[in-house]
């Protein structure tokens, strides 16, 4: 798609003042925010209105928004009681009668009962005062239906609106209203025959209020032999620990104090992972009654908009192609095409990832009307056609197979056109790149160039080739310049929040880095599941999805999967407060990421008596009085209480506003009131100078302000994307992603958690997204290097799940698995040790445990037994193979050694020295050869250590099993335990010889020296034995020279 048929490429600096325009520049047609509507409390529907027009309330005495369907089920299968106050229901005109009813002392019929003669109407000051204070004078909250607090309402307190709805029948004629319900009453006994269609109506809506997810426990037949294993396992370890410290090694006791360390430290790392395992769950959705709810035949859909963001910083290691289907997954997403923004952060300002965007928006208005017309999975045409299944399966329609050649034909020219992109993009011009136009190309120095932003179809882009609205797609580079700190991937992803709320608002947003694609086309909707739950939606600052992969070989021999992770871990943490944020494949709540604590429900006060004296109230009260004071000090976190004020008083409800307005807003309210508002130099502070991304900020549930002018929009995004946008704001300290560590995912999650927001695991049955792994050594044992280093820096900083957050909302379970997240990397430290301690034991003869007797050897054998036992139950309850879990321990140990290793080194020289470790990008695999890469070879340092404990470990067995037979029958008891810890030792690193030694049996000559040159050292040092020459038994008789 070239640029002249799509919206102009914007690049400006707001710091200069300069905005430029290339090419044509059309005005997208922004999306309007949605209308404020009632919605039910309980199954999270719209509350309808009643025959002559006028809202239904269920409940008479507190208003609690309940819709008339739930009103019927409450009052027929449920307690017939408000959720609220606990009134009992009274019966409405034209319910059925239940049980009960008759015992009010009131006998009515349906005339008496919808005809009473009500109270005269107030005034409006009469509402006004009413609305804000309850009836002994003191000031309550009022209860907002699109809000995010629950206020308790006493006595007959209502809202407005159910005053409307009691003051309704001042000028109304009593005769119409007999007449209307008598023709009613006859239109429903003429038309009996439409019982069937209306009970089968009925039906449906019974099944769409029903919940959207359910949570599937673990069957207790396999999580209760878990945890007692885990406990006797914990019992075990002291009893293990009380021998091992009372009986050292006297004639090894250096070998033995290093060996008791390292264990007590792999203790505590066991306890980190494991309780937070304790309560494993599942989640299932039901995606039918997500439509039947939100997607109702005939009615505009109350889908929720989603913004989905892509990251790519360098298309020579990041493959555009690659980049490309991405994209296209998320054009051809199952979901309202209007309700959908696709995000591209090109934070290289590379010209080749624009001319790719373009080509993929061209190549889209064929692609997207072919999946969505047959339904196709995955709808990444790379992998969609690479798939080695029968893809005629299902396939009904005669057209099929045409149309399916005709579109794979099509991709594959769209494939060599990126090709040649990429082929012209190997070499730079002397002068720059220059754009179709002749225009040179803004980012021609990547450490220097404007903002840019370029808008592709949408609403005022190009249609499909079937005439069809498509989703909108944005290129965005933020703009850089010398001398600013732009961190990384958490700054680029910043920025795409500022600009997605300044274009769309979406109030959730998909994060997928480039290499992801959407695998499941249903996977958003999956997620609103959850989002869009009326009661637990409210409190998710995210739903995470696992990873999953293409292209890796079939043994997994570095462990890429991570299963274990992902399949036992993620699902134990799911059951606490939720998983962490893994970076990738995660829908966020808006929300949470600008910093907002989560919506609490006031509780109803406890019931108090006057058996206890005063005082001992207080003792009991007074902490709980105080904590509620800090709260109140927290002010700006808690959005809805400043906000509410300013939106009941101003009537901004759904629309944007002036920061000035706020401002002059102060001069009416009281005291109270204006402690509640935040003044513009307080949301500037927080958010940063932009009234337009103020103000979406405060849009519950996200759109755009009404008669958006789109250039000004336009501008507005190059504003927010400057380099200097950030500076003395809130952002990346307690906005959006934070900065600090090169993992920002962990630190993110991390922050929301702390605030006492919830996260939830989903795992769809076809997985939602599928990734690209590193398979080659080298590169993966890089990838780990950096999550290792992210780990300690987060270690060192203020952000420490040791230290951090103990006033706020964690669990402690939670904590416990955010610590090991962060610690991990130390057990590098006592795992080297460990793995040398077999290797000087045999080298030196002598062993870390001395002589045991039946009772202590009993302790080794049952904690033997109960590791064996934890890791069989765990596989048991988790449904992961023996082979994912024993690739997993292995790879622990590789890079364990290795990676961790030196993160830890390089993380303290980072903090505490200044000596910052650039990184590249880890290489995704674009080979059209089967595991080509897995063989290939890259040298790293990361190798040199894992290599001389092999050597080391291999010698130390030569030299073992030599001395054992020049020494005889008796030195081989002890030899056993030797060379059963160095056994294993090699067996865990086997998979690393195996990558080490290649597909060509060749291993570089730098290795091996190295490695050759370290383990004769340490066996010089330690070795003064010749296991080929019998040891002389008794004293050495020399001659003395002594002539007797």
């Not at 002249?4 to 400006?12: D, H």
């Amino acid at each position: 798609m070239d640029s002249e048929s799509a919206t102009g490429l914007v690049a400006g600096s707001h710091w200069r003042n300069e905005l430029h325009v290339m090419h044509n520049h059309q005005e997208p047609k922004m999306q309007k925010s949605r209308a404020n509507t009632r919605l039910c409390r309980v199954c999270g529907d719209e509350i309808g209105l009643r025959d002559n027009g006028d809202p239904f309330a269920a409940c008479l005495e507190c208003g609690f928004p309940v819709c008339q369907p739930c009103y019927e089920y409450e009052r027929r299968e449920g307690n017939q009681a408000c959720p609220q106050c606990n009134t009992r229901y009274k019966r409405h005109k034209g319910c059925p009668r239940v049980e009960g009813d008759d015992d009010d002392g009131v006998e009515m019929d349906d005339f008496e009962e919808e005809f009473q003669i009500k109270s005269p109407k107030k005034s409006p000051d009469d509402h006004q005062r009413f609305d804000a204070n309850s009836e002994n004078g003191e000031r309550v909250q009022p209860w907002r239906p699109s809000g995010h607090t629950l206020s308790s309402f006493a006595g007959s307190i209502v809202g407005k609106d159910l005053e409307m709805e009691r003051d309704m029948e001042g000028n109304i004629e009593w005769k119409d209203r007999v007449e209307k319900w008598k023709e009613r009453k006859g239109q429903i006994n003429k038309d009996g025959g439409n019982d069937e269609d209306n009970y089968e109506d009925d039906m449906l809506m019974a099944e769409a209020r029903q919940p959207l997810w359910r949570k599937v426990p673990i069957p207790s037949s396999r999580i209760n032999p878990y945890r007692i294993v885990i406990v006797l396992r914990l019992a075990i370890l002291v009893f293990f620990f009380r021998f091992r410290i009372t009986t050292p090694a006297t004639d090894a006791y250096a070998l033995w104090l290093t060996s008791v360390i390292c264990e007590i430290w792999f203790a505590l790392s066991w306890i980190l992972d494991q309780f937070p395992k304790w309560f494993p769950i599942t989640r299932e959705t039901y995606l039918d009654r997500l439509a039947m709810r939100f997607e109702r035949e005939g009615e505009p859909t109350r889908l929720t908009p989603v913004d989905v963001f892509v990251s790519t910083v360098d298309p020579l290691k990041e493959p555009p192609i690659i980049t490309a289907n991405t994209v296209l997954s998320i054009l051809s997403v199952d979901y309202p095409v209007d309700k959908v923004s696709c995000y591209v952060s090109d934070d290289g300002a590379s010209m080749l990832t624009f001319d790719t965007m373009s080509e993929t928006a061209e190549f889209a208005r064929r692609w997207v009307p072919f999946c969505k017309k047959h339904s196709i999975e995955p709808r990444a045409p790379e992998f969609y056609f690479s798939q080695k299944i029968d893809y005629l399966k299902d396939k009904v329609q005669p057209t099929f197979v045409k149309e399916r050649r005709a579109m794979k034909r099509e991709y594959e020219e769209f494939k060599v056109r990126i090709n040649a992109l990429v082929a012209k993009a190997q070499k730079k011009p002397e002068e720059g790149w220059v754009m179709q136009d002749g225009t040179p190309w803004p980012g021609n120095n990547t450490r220097d160039h404007p903002g840019m932003i370029q808008v592709y179809l949408g609403s005022a882009g190009a249609l499909d080739v079937e005439g069809k609205e498509l989703p909108r797609l944005v290129y965005v580079s933020r703009e850089k310049r010398p001398g600013y700190q732009h961190h990384k991937k958490a700054g680029a992803m910043n920025a795409l929040v500022r600009v997605s709320a300044v274009l769309t608002n979406a109030p959730f947003i998909l994060n997928l880095d480039c290499d992801h694609y959407i695998n499941n086309s249903k996977a958003v909707r999956e997620a609103m599941c959850f989002l869009m739950d009326p009661q637990l939606g409210k409190k998710l600052c995210y739903v995470q999805f696992p990873q999953r992969f293409d292209g890796i070989d079939r043994h997994d021999r570095y462990a890429n999967r991570n299963v274990v992770f992902f399949d036992i871990n993620m699902k134990g943490l799911d059951g606490i407060q939720g998983p962490v944020y893994v970076g990738t494949g995660c829908v966020f709540n808006r929300e949470a990421l600008y910093g907002y604590d989560p919506p609490k429900s006031d509780k109803r006060p406890k019931m108090t008596c006057d058996c206890w004296p005063s005082w001992f109230c207080c003792c009991c009260c007074g902490r709980r009085k105080s904590n509620a004071k800090k709260g109140e000090k927290k002010g700006f976190l808690h959005k809805r209480s400043s906000k509410a004020v300013v939106e009941s008083k101003k009537g901004y409800t759904k629309r944007g506003f002036d920061l000035e307005d706020i401002e002059e807003g102060l001069e009416g309210y009281d005291e109270l009131e204006k402690s509640s508002l935040m003044s513009q130099k307080n949301f500037e502070k927080r958010f940063g100078q932009s009234p337009v991304f103020i103000a979406s900020t405060l849009m519950e549930e996200g759109g755009l302000p009404q008669g958006s002018n789109s250039a000004a929009l336009i501008k507005e995004a190059i504003h927010v994307i400057s380099c200097g946008y950030e500076e003395k704001t809130e952002w990346g300290k307690e906005i959006g992603w934070i900065y600090g560590s090169v993992t920002e995912d962990i630190l993110t999650g991390f922050k929301m958690h702390c605030r006492g927001w919830k996260s939830v695991y989903c795992i769809p049955d076809r997985p939602a997204f599928k990734g690209s792994a590193p398979i080659n050594l080298s590169d993966r044992l890089h990838q780990v290097l950096r999550w290792a280093l992210g780990s300690v820096e987060i270690f060192m900083s203020r952000h420490c799940p040791l230290w951090y957050g103990y006033g706020g909302n964690l669990k402690w379970l939670e904590r416990f698995a955010y610590t090991n997240t962060i610690v991990y990397p130390f057990t590098s430290i006592p795992l080297l040790a460990y793995c040398t301690i077999p290797a000087i034991c045999l080298l030196t003869g002598k062993f870390i445990i001395p002589t045991i007797d039946n009772i202590a050897s009993i302790w080794f054998l049952a904690l033997f037994l109960s590791i064996i036992a934890t890791g069989i139950l765990e596989l048991r309850w988790s449904g992961v193979s023996i082979q994912d879990w024993w690739r997993n321990e292995q790879f622990w140990v590789i890079g364990g050694v290795s990676a961790h290793l030196f993160a830890v080194f390089q993380g303290l020289l980072k903090v505490l020295g200044g000596v910052d470790t650039n990184f590249t990008v880890t290489a995704k695999a674009a080979d059209d050869s089967d595991f080509g890469e897995l063989y290939l070879f890259k040298w790293t340092t990361l190798l040199i250590p894992p290599t001389t404990l092999i050597i080391l470990n291999m010698v130390g067995v030569v030299a073992g099993v030599s001395d054992a037979i020049n020494n005889g029958y008796g030195s081989w008891g002890p030899l056993f335990g030797k060379l059963f810890f160095s056994f294993w030792v090699i067996v865990h690193l086997y998979p690393f010889l195996k990558g080490l030694m290649g597909r060509q049996n060749r291993t570089p000559t730098i290795v091996v020296l190295w490695s050759i040159l370290l383990a004769s050292i340490f066996s010089l040092v330690w070795v003064r034995i010749d296991p080929f020459l019998p040891r002389q038994q008794g004293p050495v008789l020399k001659q003395c020279g002594v002539e007797c």
